[in-house]
């Protein structure tokens, strides 16, 4: 875990897992969880699912889930609308032969559904433009339409292509297409919208890179294009199965694919917050290439998604948007069809709605003092801007044969009781349906609103003002303390 401090123990037994957590008034230094960190991608040709056919009334139920994850008052999740399908898709209302590497027609529908989704829950959409040719008719084509039909008020800024980085695979340019070339198609493409009435620029989320290729220079990008920025996007996906990789359940529990994962991020985004630009994740889930069965779609992603989300807000990522599509393993929310209303809620999406109650009022990562016997039980405690506390326990300890022992021992005694919500699966880490947060589920949720009454376990604290509870082996515990 990034930034907090642990003691193991040596001489206790297996499935006699303690952890003790003293907390401090520290916190993470400039780090802020916002209230949309939790957000999604969809690609353009796969949105319409979501949105369904009638674009100036978008399907409630799914409105309902991105509504889940913020209050009235609060940010709404973003949209980030792109993926490969970018460099596939153009902007022709009038159904023109496609040209070569083209096999999606964008019209108005393709700009109404998202903004107008995004005016239903306060959130904001980023739209990915196709860097396919060398010459940037297409991304023009579509940034004029953006300023014709739904303005800029809803959106929060436009990719020039997805994952460039890796065009040189995917046929997109040569063979021996390089950083150079990529920064100089760049300038041509950023001229060119910069040049269009109504552009307000800085808009471009820039890089959307994939790779760490060492030769893909971020100070380099930055220092050329940073006066037309809005922010820095880098995709991550911690497991593949692209090219036959098989990934396993167990390998989504460890730290390689939370912690680790996110610290490759931290050069990136420690150059582009000394920049002055937010970062964001702008792509990304568990397993690449739509996912892997048995492991994304299970209990074990909400497992990892949570402490995935901590750990990159701990190294500054101001988002994180999650890839997904209608039938695809990874995927947080399911539809059968574009005029199917009932949503099929995965075990991604319970990890989000855990988090985003965790950042509705912008809180600060608590650097505790923790001694622990078992490193995968990982402690994450926030302070909220209304000085509200509350402590995250994620055990994902795979090999633990009893609940741990926990103890919480706030900067300052308290005498109330503290409120206690799991997350947890009925059926256990492979499960893909069975999973309740705080007693609430979407197992036959027709509306996208979560069906059961919210529960929680009050624990008062002991004569030295600590709150002791026990978190069984692969749940989550939050205990929110109380104000007094």
Known sequence: MIGLVFVLFSTLCVGDDTVEVILTSNTVPNIVIEEDFSSFSFEISGFPVYAGADVDNPKSSFIQLLNNLHDDNTK?????????????????????????????DMTTYNLYAPVNVAKLTNGSV???????ETEPTYAVNNVKAIIQYVGWD?????????????????GIRPKNYTFDDYEKDTADYIK?????????????????????????????????????????????YPLTHCSGHIPTLPEILTDTTSAHAAEVMKPYADQTIAAGLPFYIGEGNSVSCGGM?????????????????????AIGVKGMNFHGGSGAAYTAINYKAQTDTVPDVRPLYYGLWFFSQIARNQPKIIVPQVTSSNTLIKVWPVVDKKGSTSVVIVHKDLQSTAPANVSVKPTSRLTSTADLYVLQSRDGVNATYGISFAGQTFDGSTNGRPVGQQISTKISPDAAGTYQFKVEKLSIALLVLPTN
């Open 192 to 236: 060119a919208i910069i040049a269009i009435p109504g552009y307000p620029n800085p808009k471009v989320q820039g890089c959307t890179f994939a790779s760490t290729n060492p030769s893909w220079l971020l100070s380099d990008y930055l220092k050329q294009f940073k006066s037309y920025l809005s922010s820095i996007s880098y995709h991550r």
């Open 293 to 313: 069965l048995g492991v994304s779609n299970t209990f074990a992603a909400t497992l990892w998604s949570v402490d995935f989300l901590f750990n990159l807000a």
């Open 126 to 132: 980023v739209f990915d433009l196709t860097m396919r």
């Open 76 to 104: 709404g999740p973003n949209l980030r609308i792109g993926g490969n399908s970018a460099d596939e898709s153009w902007w022709n209302p009038d159904h023109l032969p496609k040209p070569p590497g083209i096999t999606y």
């Open 154 to 170: 809803f959106v929060r800024g436009v990719e020039i292509g997805n994952e460039p980085d890796l065009f040189y695979e995917n």
